[in-house]
């Protein structure tokens, strides 16, 4: 199920992302343009007061540019003779006992797009040798994590460039890394299947956690992409709910977000489900529509070179046209658009870049926007060829953010509140799938079930 790509036997195509940074670099730095990269991974942290070492995370520029998930770890791209060394700890025969052999640097060769590894105690003599054998040598570090010394034997030492190029040279992927977004959705899809088989019999959100994480975990991902999110009733209002601890008896829907991580590579996939053996109720049928058909009218307009602020927009219209249909709504298309109302109900951006981090980097988000039907979209501008975003619209009804408005001149002839009072119960319905951008459309690499039969089918087999 996860590694069934045979392109998933390959390495990680490392090398490929260092002449990527550095084509890009070459591109952009005016002038002072860098001949050598460094970047530190992420090195072990202890908890405080204890032994025990804090879960690792490995820094996400260093797995781009290396492939490697071990920490303490360091590498050097030399630009001008395209090789790349990884640096690793060496052995510690006292570690030995409790830890068991660490890989070595044959070992690492094997198995990285690398063309040296090396110990770190050798990292120091090793950057003084490339910087004494370049002439006018720059070295480009990230900023993250310390230089192992003062190096004085290059010129000069860039600290603001690399790690903006990363930034944005991430935000495009190869076939690669497709491959791995798809094996995190494979994954995905079925702890979202097992959850949605434990709605009958679980008694709290806790337990359909447990469930999703089981899953993910016997297929091999120990990681979540994200804290997940198990939220019954109101709790579906809040974004991101990170209790995922009360009970489900009375309540109506259950939202669950949440998502494998495969090899650093993260899906990002929603479902919202009734949680009555008989399906939703009739106003959260009417909403659960109503976002379908949200991202139905987005998932057309999306190819390469669409601008997202447009495919944002189009969510909010199809929103206010639903929620006008049933009533909740009242007025004029235009003039609810225009005071923003449909704001109230459809608070967050319509999706973000997805890839090594579930809010992956590129997006050149405008939090301080005064318009707040963008002021949370995470990206901003056309999207590239080749680009992965989530796609996922909703509609809430949390009283802190809905009851202002009811009060605001500007809006509250826009709500009915009559109407409204029978849709609290709700909480929230949202819909988010990950798609690949393409020349002429899109690909859905999510696959987990979809729409109201499917979901039932599964939750009532």
Known sequence: MTDDDPLLKCKYPAKSHCRKVSAYLESSVKENVPSTLYLQGQQTRMNEDNDEAAPFRQRRHFLYLSGCLLPDCHLTYNILTDTLTLFIPPLDHDSVIW????????QALEKYDIDACLPTTELREHLVSLGSKTENGILAVTGRGDLPFSPTEFKHVDTETLHPAIDVCRVTKDAYEIALLRAANNITRAAHSAAMRSIRTAKNETELEAAFIASCISLGAKNQAYHGIFGSGANAATLHYQG????????????IDAAAEWHGYCADVTRTMPLHPDGFDVESAQIYVIVEKMQEACFKLLKAGVKWEDVHVL???????????????????KDIMDKRTSVAFFPHGLGHYLGLDTHDTGGNPNYEDQDPMFKYLRVRGTLPENSVITVEPGIYFCRFIVEPYLDDEKHKDFIDREVLERFWDVGGVRIEDDVLITKDGYENLTTAPKGIDDMMAIMNA
């Open 315 to 333: 969510a909010h219209e199809v929103a206010v046209e639903g929620l006008l249909s049933i009533g909740l709504l009242k007025g004029d298309k």
């Open 244 to 255: 995922n601890n009360e009970p489900l008896a009375g309540r109506r829907n259950i939202l």
């Open 99 to 106: 830890s068991g052999l660490p890989l070595s640097p044959e």
